[in-house]
């Protein structure tokens, strides 16, 4: 199968858009089904030899133990709980709020009692509408929710080859139903003092320093599907610092940048797994280098945090 094979937002803004809000009602699900971590790791998705899973969630709040899968294969949702029970209902044909209704339904046929606290989509143009009544979002198309879970799987290995090169705190690789992007975080040790009037989720996902990678579809702001990087709190002139390949470049986004590198550029390169590590890492040394990180201490090459097996014979 072709490396990073075409996406262009244009094709399949329709389906993305329906998929992202099906994205965010399992979500909701699940936020309220687990244990909080820190960062809000508990809340994304994460991949699948078949397309995305919330992974086990439950048992705290009284409910079995329970997961849910988008089955992008069979174009399924597959819901299961730990006895062994399932049911699963088709993707293909189901606005929001059918799906919404189908969703609920099936998780209390296996006797799991789901509750979405805000039953309306985040940080999304229609916030204001419940999911249940959302009749306009109805888009399924196959072949692209199948090339959507393509793309997310292969990015998603090669974010773990960057992640193995830090030895210091950082996020998992998941997939965040918020935005429908897939990102990997590296941390300091740094406290980060925010002012009273920031909401909870962006206070607790900024609490401490940071250098985030990942991947997205691309929106109504950059509309192409990139690579991007950028650091919180952004260190002064961070856009002084170069990006690898050529291709790869400075944004303003909200009140900061973002490095990206458009995945179309990226798909142009005679390497394009080694373009996308080189901007990763070009971005990296940007955010932490300006920031006074020790970066050769935080470096674990290969996945090797001992001295003595990262030299040669090691």
Do not use: C
Request: aromatic share 12%; proline share 8%.
């Amino acid at each position: 199968m072709e490396l990073f094979p075409p996406i262009p937002l244009a094709e399949w803004r329709d389906t993305k858009e329906t998929l992202h809000r099906f994205g965010q009602v399992v979500g909701k699900i699940r936020l309220a089904a687990t244990a909080r971590r820190n960062h809000w790791w508990n809340v994304p998705f994460h991949l699948t030899g078949r397309g995305i899973t919330t992974r086990p969630m439950g048992q705290i709040d009284g409910n079995p133990v329970f997961t849910i899968d988008f089955d992008f294969v069979d174009h399924q949702l597959v819901l299961a709980t730990l006895d062994g029970s399932s049911t699963s209902f088709p993707l293909l044909g189901q606005s929001v709020a059918s799906f919404h209704d189908k969703t609920l339904a099936a998780l209390a046929s296996l006797g799991v009692r789901a509750e979405i606290r805000v039953p309306r989509p985040y940080d999304l143009p229609d916030t204001a509408r419940p999911f249940a009544e959302d009749t306009e979002h109805a888009t399924y198309d196959p072949v692209q929710a199948n090339r959507y879970w393509q793309v997310l799987s292969q990015v998603a290995l090669v974010l773990e080859e960057f992640a193995a090169g830090y030895s210091g705190k950082a996020s998992p690789v998941h997939h965040f139903w918020h935005s429908l992007d897939i990102a990997h975080s590296r941390f300091s040790e740094r406290h980060i003092d925010q002012p009273p009037q920031v909401d909870p989720v962006t206070r607790e996902a900024y609490s401490r320093e940071l250098v985030s990678f990942g991947f997205w579809f691309g929106d109504d702001t950059l509309g192409e599907p990139a690579f991007y990087s950028y650091t919180a709190p952004e260190p002064a002139e961070l856009t002084r610092e170069p990006l690898t390949p050529t291709s790869a470049h400075w944004v303003a986004r909200n009140a900061g940048h973002l490095a990206v590198l458009p995945y179309a550029a990226a798909r142009a390169e005679s390497d394009p797994r080694a373009a996308v590590l080189a901007f990763y890492e070009s971005a990296y040394q940007a955010g932490a280098g300006r920031a006074g990180w020790d970066i050769a201490r935080l470096a674990s090459p290969g996945g090797i945090t001992d001295p003595q097996l990262v030299r040669p014979g090691g």
